[in-house]
């Protein structure tokens, strides 16, 4: 694997992050502008590896999604569990909500074990480390835009159409990706010293799944109402996408003005981090 600008050696001296100070933010984005389409042939490859053997093919990435929104269904349809009342049919409140959660779990699962998967491309190859985190996340975003087509087979069978504003949708993911890739950085240090954190993570992320209101509207009763609704940096993005799709605004935007800084605090925190500490952790990969 080759790309231009890959060829280059980086000197990480003792004092280097010292005597950069804050022109050190000016290096690291030049870096990754230099190593753009390295980062677009690993997305590519790691999507065709995914598909490329599969007798089914794409069609794996819809199955989970598709398969807990008719058990979503069928539950409420059976008041197994007093879910309540949506702001959009419930077959596509599940599945937007899934979507959006899935974007956000499978991104930072793929980008935590970015560095440890990588291998031999670590002594091979001189290139920005962030590559790696960068284009692990790319087949979450592949999959996420091909649920789109299923998002809207789901409108056309239950009889809803979605207010004009849900084009918005997009442009209200920005800050959850910025958290992705922040968290994303952040662990995938972590996880080259300590390999036990991929194995958690994926336990964090099935619980974090049902403290995030992906299968429930944003209760207002519940003992934990206010962590759900507020704290947890995820909810208030879902909320803001359901909202744009079925009402035509956000009904909550302090929540969600809230978990995009969050977003991009975790981005820039995270970036960091793993910019200082990378260097130090590469041998141990």
């Known amino acids: 694997m080759s790309s231009r600008g890959c060829n280059r050696v980086v000197v990480y001296e003792p004092d280097y992050i010292v005597k950069a100070g804050i022109l050190v933010w000016s290096e690291m984005v030049r870096e990754l ?5 390295l980062i677009w042939r690993l997305v590519i490859r ?3 590896a995914r598909y490329r053997q599969s007798v089914l093919g794409v069609l794996w990435a819809f199955l989970a999604p598709l398969a807990l ?16 009342d949506t702001v959009m049919p419930y077959p596509a409140f599940v599945f937007l909500g899934q979507m959006i959660w899935l974007l956000f779990s499978r991104g930072v699962l793929a980008s ?4 440890v998967g990588a291998g031999t491309m670590l002594t091979r190859i001189s290139f920005p480390r962030e590559v790696l985190i960068l284009s692990a996340t790319g087949q979450t975003v592949f999959e996420f835009l091909i649920h789109i087509p299923m998002l809207a087979l789901i409108f056309f069978w239950i009889g809803f159409v979605p207010k004009w504003t849900i084009l918005f949708v997009p442009l209200a993911l920005i800050p959850l990706l910025f958290m992705l890739f922040g968290i994303g950085f952040f662990l995938s240090v ?3 010293v300590i390999r036990d954190i991929a194995g958690m993570l994926g336990i964090v992320m099935t619980l974090g799944m049902f403290a995030t209101p992906v299968f429930y509207p944003p209760p207002s009763t519940w003992p934990l109402s206010f962590w759900i609704n507020y704290v947890n940096p ?3 993005i879902i909320r803001a996408c359901r909202d744009l799709a079925s009402i035509g605004y956000m009904t909550e935007p302090l929540s969600y003005f809230s978990s995009a800084l969050f977003g991009l605090l975790a981005f820039f925190v995270g970036w960091r981090i793993f910019h200082v500490i990378e260097p130090k952790v590469a041998e141990r990969v």
């Open 33 to 37: 502008a230099i190593s753009r389409e």
């Open 46 to 48: 790691d999507i065709a």
């Open 69 to 84: 929104t008719l058990v979503f269904v069928w539950i409420k349809g059976k008041n197994v569990i007093p879910i309540g």
């Open 112 to 115: 935590t074990v970015s560095l």
């Open 190 to 192: 972590i996880n080259a």
């Open 234 to 236: 995820i909810s208030g």
